[in-house]
């Protein structure tokens, strides 16, 4: 199948004005072709930032330059000329024009490639900075220009028809990681050296395991609370393994854990089934634990949670379902590590340091609170390739995806119908610091931003390439990254 070359774009706006805001831009008008604005400029840029003094911008009529320390850089050029153009030619795949609404803003048109694609109302009764005027993605290889292009028109309200302009913003897609999880999955299930049938087969099984144990579920239920603790080596790993029909039964939505796994190392959990428990998996003070392919739904609180120091572990493949029917507040899907209100209780009052999990290609469905979180005092973590449909009624979400750690990567990630925001990096203390969040999408149909990042000045990148649509407040609220 051939990639279509026409490019997505979103107009939407940046920042969370103090008052409402009339936003009449964005007026899609792929198809309609003017005269071209401009002549191309002179200079064709890759990726980058390109501030409004930048020599790469060729510009035509008179234009103004204006102190701001809201906006990038620091400062803007404007024009109150009604044949005002500014333009850019580059190489890239995505394109970003930022601007300024204000009192006295006019209607601009953007034109790509000789093109008008869009027509922007760049009036608002309060002046609002650094806002997104324009995006466009997936441009085809080669050289594209952008040109805004003052229309001399402007919104009744407004009492001037001026064009703004931040910046440009040239991005490129950056490639997910490309990680091989196939010897982790339940098809790579070596043959079992134990095959248990009964809850009670299981929990001898269990208590015996040693490296290299294999322990295979028939299909059937296993109804209890089941524990591991003992650990493998990296090359014999101990496999707990079944098929979906092998389903694991906790005691009730109000007590217990169905699967537990403490202070163990090398473990492999593939392939079956977890459901009605108050929580699903849990690993606790363990490492280099990979939970892949199961089934975890109707559960109390947290689907899948590790914590208590679980460090280089991975959970893959999963499919998260129907969390906290208990209580939504406490139904996270995939949970990492521990809030700072229970480290006294969890980690003798430290951050939990549940460093270098992996959480990709998991589906979760209906989360009580958050699809898939991680918590202060957790870093160099990776999560990415998830899709995430929708909450329980009456959740209180933030996010789809929500880090308070360090050092988290967010990427390749989808989401639909969140709570508020979509992604959210949230900060507290020392912790909310350098999180990326990378060629994300989602429609988030609510009230915040695609990326909400709180702690504006902790260096939390959100690239260019997120592609998130239907947040009332627009992308995101800080200036996004090439």
């Not at 604005?37 to 003094?53: D, I, S």
């Not at 089941?226 to 079944?242: D, E, K, V, Y």
Request: proline share 3%; aromatic share 8%.
């Amino acid at each position: 199948m051939t990639r279509s070359t026409a490019p997505r774009i979103h107009p939407t706006a940046l920042s969370r004005p103090a008052v409402t805001v009339l936003l009449a831009a964005a007026l899609i008008l792929a198809g309609l072709v003017g005269a071209a604005p401009a002549a191309r400029a002179a200079t064709v840029v890759g990726a980058g930032t390109y501030q409004e003094t930048s020599t790469a911008i060729a510009y035509s009529s008179s234009w103004s330059s204006l102190a701001s320390s809201a906006s990038s850089g620091g400062a803007i050029r404007y024009s109150a000329s009604g044949t005002a153009t500014a333009t850019l030619s580059f190489t890239g795949p995505n394109i970003t024009w930022y601007t300024w609404k204000s009192p006295s803003g006019g209607v601009v048109d953007v034109y790509l490639d000789g093109v008008r694609v869009a027509t922007v109302d760049n009036y608002a009764g309060a002046s609002k900075y650094g806002v997104l005027g324009f995006s466009a993605h997936d441009l085809s290889s080669g050289t594209h220009t952008i040109s805004i292009r003052a229309t001399g028109r402007a919104n009744a309200a407004s009492s001037g028809k001026i064009t703004h302009l931040d910046s440009f913003v040239v991005g490129e897609n950056r490639p997910a990681a490309a990680k091989s999880t196939a010897a982790y999955r339940y098809d790579a299930c070596p043959a079992a050296t134990t095959t248990v049938a009964t809850a009670t087969q299981l929990t001898t099984a269990l208590a015996a395991a040693k490296p290299g144990s294999v322990i295979s579920l028939a299909p059937g239920t296993y109804r209890g609370g089941f524990q591991l603790t003992a650990s493998g080596t990296a090359a014999q790993p101990i496999w707990i393994c079944g098929p979906r029909t092998a389903v694991v039964v906790g005691t009730s939505v109000t007590s217990g854990t169905a699967l537990r796994i403490t202070g163990a190392s090398n473990v492999r959990v593939a392939g079956f089934t977890v459901r009605d428990a108050l929580q699903g998996v849990m690993v606790k003070q363990s490492s280099f634990v990979t939970v892949a392919d199961l089934v975890v739904k109707d559960v109390g609180y947290e689907g899948i949670h590790l914590y208590g120091h679980t460090t280089d572990s991975a959970v893959l493949h999963n499919t998260v379902a129907r969390t906290g029917t208990a209580d939504v507040a406490f139904g996270e899907g995939i949970y990492i590590g521990t809030s700072q209100r229970r480290w006294a209780e969890v980690t003798s009052g430290y951050p939990d340091r549940s460093d270098r999990n992996t959480i990709i290609y998991n589906t979760v469905i209906d989360a009580g609170a958050e699809p898939i979180e991680a918590k202060e005092g957790t870093s160099d973590g990776l999560i990415e390739g998830n899709t995430i449909q929708g909450y329980r009624a009456g959740s209180r979400a933030i996010g789809w995806v929500l880090v308070t750690g360090n050092d988290w990567i967010v990427s390749g990630n989808s989401g639909s119908s969140a709570v508020e925001d979509g992604y959210v990096s949230m900060s507290w203390d020392a912790w909310g610091y350098r999180n990326s969040f990378v060629g994300n999408t989602g429609v988030v149909g609510a009230s915040g931003y695609g990326v909400w990042v709180h702690g504006v000045n902790r260096g939390v990148m959100v690239s260019c390439d997120n592609r998130i649509t239907g947040a009332t407040e627009g992308l995101t609220n800080v200036f996004c990254t090439p």
